[in-house]
């Protein structure tokens, strides 16, 4: 009876730790913001008739898509994971999840998340959402280890959600679509460019090159990193100009973009880890922010 228990306690106590570490995979918080960005486009294009369940079930599909795309470039990048501070605790640097579990459960998740999409919003959000995972995986992740141009073509797969989301209601890619994508796809360049000047030692110990300029964390780098965030500026106020929003949202991204490139000007100035971090948070605050401005101003 003992013995017994003691092995469906065992038992249990592994399944749980399964389960979390295929939770881990998903990366929740950077799928729920890819998702949330999707929701923003969903939103701003669905102009009367909204419906809420096709809402949500787009929502969770492009969630398992997202979860899929991350996942399988953990599998590619195992061995460089296991090299580096930030990520060598994962679930298979660690060996909680072998490669084939893991790739197996991307996917799986895949294929149901890009049913959904085709099924309750359209085939060509469908096929979008492929092409991103497509870019993500199997374009952005090889390159990284070959220069900066990983963040170019890694900035295309992230800037499409809300895309993707105006896409979903409408079923074609308009002005207004690539207006919500151009804005993410230069916010991608200050904000994964503020992440590899704070990681790249890590980086390195990887081959991982994402910087600018030759790769250096100096005054090349960071006028870099003001000019694309500078682009926000202008950007910020199409939705406005082309009629998806008004006027409030246009006062809202430009004061976020100000305060944002303000930030930029501190790196400028010192080349400090310090104030990358500061912008790395700055990128994190600017993009909901601002978003959600134009959803409200639009509603």
């Given at each position: 009876?003992?013995?017994?228990?003691?092995?469906?306690?065992?038992?249990?106590?592994r399944?749980?730790?399964?389960?979390?570490?295929?939770?881990?995979?998903?990366?929740?918080r950077l799928?729920?913001l890819?998702?949330?960005?999707?929701?923003?486009?969903y939103?701003?294009a669905s102009?009367?008739?909204f419906?809420w369940?096709n809402?949500l079930m787009?929502c969770?599909?492009?969630?398992?898509?997202?979860?899929?795309?991350?996942?399988i470039n953990?599998?590619?990048e195992?061995?460089?994971d296991?090299?580096?501070?930030?990520?060598?605790?994962?679930?298979?640097?660690?060996?909680?999840l072998?490669g084939?579990?893991?790739?197996?459960?991307?996917?799986a998740?895949?294929?149901?998340?890009?049913?959904i999409?085709?099924?309750?919003?359209n085939?060509?959000?469908?096929?979008?959402?492929?092409?991103?995972?497509v870019?993500?995986?199997?374009?952005y992740?090889p390159l990284?280890?070959?220069?900066?141009?990983?963040?170019f073509?890694?900035?295309?797969?992230g800037?499409?959600?809300?895309?993707?989301?105006?896409?979903?209601?409408?079923?074609?890619i308009?002005?207004?679509?690539?207006?919500?994508f151009?804005?993410?796809?230069?916010?991608?360049?200050?904000?994964?460019?503020a992440?590899?000047?704070?990681?790249?030692?890590?980086?390195?110990r990887?081959g991982?090159?994402?910087?600018p300029?030759?790769?250096?964390?100096?005054?090349?780098?960071?006028?870099?990193?003001?000019?694309?965030?500078l682009?926000?500026?202008p950007?910020g106020?199409l939705p406005s100009?082309?009629?998806?929003?008004?006027?409030?949202?246009?006062?809202?991204?430009?004061?976020?973009?100000?305060?944002?490139?303000?930030?930029?000007?501190?790196l400028?100035?010192?080349c400090?880890?310090?104030?990358?971090?500061?912008?790395?948070?700055?990128?994190?605050l600017?993009?909901?922010?601002?978003?959600?401005?134009y959803?409200?101003?639009?509603?």
């Amino acid at each position: 009876m003992a013995v017994r228990m003691i092995t469906t306690s065992f038992t249990g106590h592994r399944t749980i730790s399964k389960a979390k570490a295929y939770f881990e995979l998903l990366k929740f918080r950077l799928s729920a913001l890819v998702t949330f960005s999707s929701a923003i486009g969903y939103g701003l294009a669905s102009y009367s008739g909204f419906q809420w369940s096709n809402f949500l079930m787009f929502c969770l599909g492009g969630f398992l898509v997202s979860g899929a795309s991350v996942t399988i470039n953990q599998v590619m990048e195992q061995d460089y994971d296991g090299l580096m501070e930030r990520t060598r605790n994962r679930p298979l640097p660690t060996h909680r999840l072998s490669g084939n579990e893991a790739l197996s459960f991307a996917l799986a998740i895949g294929l149901v998340g890009l049913s959904i999409i085709s099924l309750f919003a359209n085939p060509i959000a469908g096929v979008l959402s492929l092409v991103s995972l497509v870019l993500y995986c199997f374009v952005y992740t090889p390159l990284k280890r070959v220069g900066p141009i990983a963040v170019f073509v890694g900035a295309i797969p992230g800037a499409l959600p809300p895309l993707l989301g105006w896409v979903a209601v409408t079923g074609s890619i308009s002005h207004e679509a690539l207006i919500l994508f151009g804005i993410q796809f230069i916010w991608q360049f200050p904000h994964f460019w503020a992440i590899a000047w704070i990681a790249d030692d890590d980086y390195k110990r990887a081959g991982f090159k994402l910087l600018p300029s030759g790769g250096g964390r100096d005054l090349n780098t960071a006028i870099q990193i003001m000019v694309y965030t500078l682009f926000l500026l202008p950007l910020g106020l199409l939705p406005s100009f082309f009629g998806i929003t008004g006027m409030g949202s246009a006062f809202v991204a430009t004061l976020c973009g100000v305060l944002f490139l303000s930030q930029t000007f501190l790196l400028m100035k010192d080349c400090s880890k310090k104030s990358a971090m500061k912008i790395m948070f700055g990128s994190f605050l600017y993009l909901p922010i601002v978003q959600i401005a134009y959803l409200l101003d639009k509603i």
